[in-house]
T-cell receptor, first 113, second 107 residues
Framework: EAGVTQFPSHSVIEKGQTVTLRCDPISGHDNLYWYRRVMGKEIKFLLHFVKESKQDESGMPNNRFLAERTGGTYSTLKVQPAELEDSGVYFC???????????FGSGTRLTVV | GIQVEQSPPDLILQEGANSTLRCNFSDSVNNLQWFHQNPWGQLINLFYIPSGTKQNGRLSATTVATERYSLLYISSSQTTDSGVYFCAVRPGNQFYFGTGTSLTVIP
């Protein structure tokens, strides 16, 4: 089966610009998660979708971040406007059911200059 | 939230050597996974191991849930094993990651 796909793999933008990251989960996986690792720190949870609904968005850092999952398939994570501290690697993961193992995507490395 | 500690933080091995990475966690969990982040940043799932022992080639993992720790064994290390190894636990909905063990295998 195809894995979790994320794109772009790398994005370099200027402070104040907008960037949209995309994640395509494994087909049939209702649960989709976003995580990120900012420089030198641990990987942290951002939010969790069950199908198209946000189950938990307690990890979203502020209102510059907007995640959507229209139709319960792929998801987008928009950062607007981007700040320098948003630089890091953004990971998406999916699972068939909540207590099953996750499969992570390759991540999107975001660099804000 | 739950605390996840990994040791050692850094490890340098000669190719062919064996190593053990440890993950301690502060509370009961129903899910634990080990991941390898390779030098290209990709996060690769190694084991889904909430309890017991699993083996996959040169890698094996053991989780003793009642004592709140997990071990990852790497045998006959290769340069391609280099990268950061993360343990992640899930007491509920979200994963909590450790800060990782950075492994460098030198030829």
């Amino acid at each position: 089966e195809a894995g979790v796909t994320q794109f772009p793999s790398h994005s370099v933008i200027e402070k104040g610009q907008t960037v949209t990251l995309r994640c395509d989960p494994i087909s049939g996986h209702d649960n989709l998660y976003w995580y990120r690792r900012v420089m030198g720190k641990e990987i942290k949870f951002l939010l969790h979708f069950v199908k198209e609904s946000k189950q938990d968005e307690s990890g979203m850092p502020n209102n510059r971040f907007l995640a959507e999952r229209t139709g319960g398939t792929y998801s987008t994570l928009k950062v607007q406007p981007a700040e320098l501290e948003d630089s890091g690697v953004y990971f998406c993961a999916s699972s068939q059911k909540i207590n099953y193992g996750y499969t992570f995507g390759s991540g999107t490395r975001l660099t804000v200059v | 939230g739950i605390q996840v500690e990994q040791s050692p933080p850094d490890l340098i091995l000669q190719e062919g050597a064996n190593s053990t990475l440890r993950c301690n966690f502060s509370d009961s969990v129903n899910n634990l996974q080990w991941f390898h982040q390779n030098p290209w940043g990709q996060l690769i799932n190694l084991f889904y191991i909430p309890s017991g022992t699993k083996q996959n080639g040169r890698l094996s993992a053991t989780t003793v849930a009642t004592e709140r720790y997990s071990l990852l064994y790497i045998s006959s290390s290769q340069t391609t094993d280099s990268g950061v190894y993360f343990c992640a636990v899930r007491p509920g909905n979200q994963f909590y990651f450790g800060t990782g063990t950075s492994l460098t295998v030198i030829p």
